[in-house]
T-cell receptor
Framework: SQQGEEDPQALSIQEGENATMNCSYK?????LQWYRQNSGRGLVHLIL?????REKHSGRLRVTLDTSKKSSSLLITASRAADTASYFC?????????????FGKGTMLLVSP | SAVISQKPSRDICQRGTSLTIQCQVD?????MFWYRQQPGQSLTLIAT?????????ESGFVIDKFPISRPNLTFSTLTVSNMSPEDSSIYLC???????????FGPGTRLTVL
């Protein structure tokens, strides 16, 4: 079953603005991972946040995790046109055994110059 | 991290035929996975490719349709058998390296079935 659900489905902003994407999930997790996909190509791994972590940073990216609400957010600060892509959250459910990921439907981000 | 390559990068096939997709990793990995991404959709796990044993398939996917080989710790193949237009998708392999739980993806194979 679909685990993660991102919102919004699509987001259009201007360069320099911040972009926030949210992800909700249903079951307990070991970790949650965010990915970027450009134009239907392979997925680029952005950040992994574990269930016992609340916030992680990587460059212009900030990820938060609230396990009580079963939700996560990805913030991209000072966005650039090159950030235009689809962003997916993926959850590694507890007791899954094989680190299998369940993906959300994704947020399509458009950053205009 | 891991460097993953897939062959072919894309293909256009006739219905009823089969296509084998290769996935090569630059280091030995225990876990390899195959995902499908249908047009405009998210990724769905097809199976976990286990070295030395049969693949473990997710609900809705069967070995006869998607046979998988995993002859060693750096290589796997996925075959899409008896293809129909509904099989048109991007097929991606992924691996988990070391003990980080991070899953890395290959560049994908874009399959179009006519």
């Amino acid at each position: 079953s679909q685990q993660g659900e991102e919102d919004p489905q699509a987001l259009s902003i201007q360069e320099g603005e911040n972009a926030t994407m949210n992800c909700s999930y249903k079951t307990s997790i070991n970790n949650l991972q965010w990915y970027r996909q450009n134009s239907g190509r392979g997925l680029v791994h952005l950040i992994l946040i574990r269930s016992n972590e609340r916030e992680k940073h990587s460059g212009r990216l900030r990820v938060t995790l609230d396990t009580s609400k079963k939700s996560s957010s990805l913030l991209i600060t000072a966005s650039r046109a090159a950030d235009t892509a689809s962003y997916f959250c993926a959850t590694d459910p507890q007791n899954s055994g094989y680190s299998t990921l369940t993906f959300g439907k994704g947020t399509m981000l458009l950053v205009s110059p | 991290s891991a460097v993953i390559s897939q062959k072919p990068s894309r293909d256009i096939c006739q219905r009823g035929t089969s296509l084998t997709i290769q996935c090569q990793v630059d280091s030995q990995v225990t876990m390899m996975f195959w995902y499908r991404q249908q047009p405009g959709q998210s990724l769905t796990l097809i199976a976990t490719a286990n070295q030395g044993s049969e693949a473990t398939y997710e609900s809705g996917f069967v070995i006869d349709k998607f046979p998988i080989s995993r002859p060693n710790l750096t290589f796997s193949t996925l075959t899409v058998s008896n293809m129909s237009p509904e099989d048109s998708s991007i097929y991606l392999c992924s691996v988990v390296t070391g003990n980080t739980d991070t899953q890395y993806f290959g560049p994908g194979t874009r399959l179009t079935v006519l």
